[in-house]
């Protein structure tokens, strides 16, 4: 009776009001103190660990009436589309656009024969591309160690996992690298290169085919100089096309056109 009481006696909790970010918030503007916006002054190796991207909401202004203009949403999302970009109709596509989209498609349509083409050889050949390009390649390399540097590795296995990563058909290292940069720096807004107020499909896949778009909102690869400077990476940008065509024909010599289904096309739809 006398804990009822207490509970009873008791005064409500007081509603602890929310802590709202601001673009004028200190923590939410681009340090100075950084190169470019991502890493320190001077040389990496002089870092335990690189500096984390710092994004800045102020490349985001809020509209001068005080409220966003919306063009809809995303399911399941509380993103405000604020217009949706037209990438397929209505602009000038250059080479690289009308490249990256044949690619797309014919893997898309090579897909159809995996069927047909079945056999255990080329699966694991597969899961085998899967597991050195996409996991090695793209999520170890591409993604935390050379974006973020999240670590360090030999320069010797850097250069093999980058390697693998360049074989996933997802760009060399230096524009993969630029780009996800700029995407943390730049995270959700109208200068993000794959920013999903300009809808769902622009954010998921359309901005792949339109490159100067990405040049016009992020300007030149000036966020990637660590990378720049080593010819190794500059070797693999200016050659980048004929690495995929020789694993292609290497897969068709090992085991002819079943191994380039599953091999070069099904691992990158994954």
């Given at each position: 009776?006398?804990a009822?009481?207490?509970?009873?006696?008791?005064?409500?909790?007081?509603?602890a009001?929310?802590?709202?970010f601001?673009p004028?918030?200190?923590?939410?503007?681009?340090n100075?103190?950084?190169?470019?916006?991502?890493?320190?002054?001077?040389?990496?190796s002089?870092?335990?660990?690189?500096?984390?991207?710092?994004?800045?909401?102020?490349?985001?202004?809020?509209?001068?009436?005080?409220k966003?203009?919306?063009?809809?949403?995303i399911?399941l999302?509380?993103?405000?589309?604020?217009?949706?970009?037209?990438?397929?109709?209505?602009?000038e596509?250059?080479?690289?656009?009308?490249?990256?989209?044949?690619?797309?498609?014919?893997?898309?349509?090579l897909?159809?024969?995996?069927?047909?083409?079945?056999?255990?050889?080329?699966?694991?050949?597969?899961?085998?591309?899967?597991?050195?390009?996409?996991?090695?390649?793209?999520?170890?390399?591409f993604?935390?160690?050379?974006?973020?540097?999240?670590?360090?590795?030999?320069?010797?296995?850097?250069?093999?996992?980058?390697?693998?990563?360049?074989?996933?058909?997802?760009?060399?290292p230096?524009?993969?690298?630029?780009?996800?940069?700029?995407?943390?720096?730049?995270?959700?807004?109208?200068?993000?290169?794959?920013?999903?107020?300009?809808?769902f499909?622009?954010?998921?896949?359309?901005?792949?085919?339109d490159?100067?778009?990405?040049?016009?909102?992020c300007?030149?690869t000036?966020?990637?100089?660590d990378l720049?400077?080593?010819?190794?990476?500059?070797?693999?940008?200016t050659?980048?096309?004929?690495?995929?065509?020789?694993?292609?024909?290497?897969?068709?010599?090992?085991?002819g056109?079943?191994?380039?289904?599953?091999?070069?096309?099904?691992?990158?739809?994954?």
């Amino acid at each position: 009776m006398a804990a009822a009481a207490l509970l009873v006696a008791a005064p409500p909790p007081s509603k602890a009001k929310p802590f709202q970010f601001t673009p004028n918030s200190p923590k939410f503007t681009q340090n100075k103190n950084l190169k470019n916006g991502f890493f320190p002054k001077g040389k990496l190796s002089n870092t335990k660990r690189a500096a984390a991207p710092i994004a800045s909401l102020s490349a985001n202004p809020p509209p001068e009436n005080g409220k966003a203009s919306r063009s809809g949403g995303i399911w399941l999302s509380d993103v405000a589309v604020r217009r949706r970009r037209s990438v397929y109709w209505g602009r000038e596509w250059n080479s690289l656009d009308v490249a990256t989209l044949g690619v797309v498609v014919v893997m898309h349509l090579l897909c159809f024969w995996a069927p047909l083409t079945f056999n255990r050889n080329a699966v694991m050949v597969a899961l085998g591309l899967y597991i050195m390009t996409g996991l090695f390649g793209i999520t170890l390399s591409f993604h935390r160690n050379l974006s973020h540097r999240s670590f360090k590795l030999p320069k010797w296995l850097e250069y093999f996992f980058a390697y693998c990563g360049v074989q996933a058909l997802q760009g060399n290292p230096i524009d993969w690298v630029s780009t996800h940069r700029y995407h943390h720096q730049f995270c959700d807004s109208e200068k993000d290169p794959h920013s999903p107020v300009e809808g769902f499909w622009f954010s998921h896949m359309s901005w792949l085919f339109d490159t100067k778009a990405i040049a016009q909102r992020c300007g030149e690869t000036s966020n990637v100089g660590d990378l720049d400077k080593q010819p190794f990476y500059k070797f693999l940008q200016t050659t980048y096309v004929f690495h995929p065509i020789a694993l292609g024909a290497l897969l068709y010599a090992l085991g002819g056109f079943p191994y380039i289904v599953w091999g070069m096309v099904s691992v990158n739809l994954v």
